[in-house]
């Protein structure tokens, strides 16, 4: 280990090693520049006074965000949104997980071709997904509305679910339900009592990954919604006549959200891993 230490210390190093460790933190920073300075202005300009939003700032207000909750139209597509969010969490969490378990456990013979066939619509482009829903749903003569909404964000909602719990399950101790058998446990108490809550934090964060992908799905949503609006639709629709303060305020608002569940998430993977631990130890 002494030699190897020592081989690696005198190694020669480029004298270009500095430069091009400097280039690329300047093309690093730039690029998370890039990436989040328009989002910093979009919450600037959301309480810009001015109804044109731009430099320098004039003050600090709160009325487009009065006026966006004052929207009925709003509020419309609003709940159209946490109806489709609510409805594809609960379905795709509930058939992801139940696909997660003999995807780990069902001893598939091939199961690497079994793993991409489910996750195979989250590599497929969302405008080749809703323009084949549309096709089939057409072809099924039902009328577009929400229920069609919500079928179509299953397809690409559901697999994250799967992935997600899959993970947990392939770390999961097995030990834990051989012992909760030797003690006398049923199948269905060891499921209720043992594997369901250690794999809970999983399974809720892929509802709330769920929830993220359907309110901000616009792709898909455009192909397979009728007459009603969501909120991706309702800003696509109110940016063509120009951007106002209101739909910044109103981006700023999903933001916000989105940011939320996301922590959540996270947080609930995290105490999943520390379970993890414990369990190993």
Known sequence: MANRASALDTMPVSPLAQQTRGCLSVVAGATLVFLYLPIVFLVLFSIEPADTPGFPITGITLH?????????????????????????????????TMAAFPLVRGGIRFPGAARILFTLPIMIPGVLIGLGLLVFITLLGIKLGLHTVIAGHLVFTTPFVVLIVAARLQGFDRRLEWAAADLGASNRQT????????IAPAIIA??????????????????????????????????KFGVTPEVNALATVILVVTLTVFGVGSVLLGTGRRFRRKDAA
Do not use: C
């Not at 965000?65 to 594809?88: G, P, T, W």
């Open 64 to 96: 487009w965000y009065e006026k966006m909750l004052a929207d009925s139209a709003i509020h419309s597509a609003l709940f159209n949104s946490v109806v489709v969010a609510v409805v594809v969490a609960l379905i795709a969490t509930t058939i992801g």
């Open 191 to 198: 499921l209720r009592h043992i594997v369901l809550p250690l």
């Open 206 to 239: 892929g509802a709330l990954l769920s929830v993220t992908l359907s309110i901000d799905e616009f792709v898909v949503t455009f192909f397979t919604i009728g007459p009603q609006l969501t909120l991706p639709l309702y800003i696509i629709t109110q940016i």
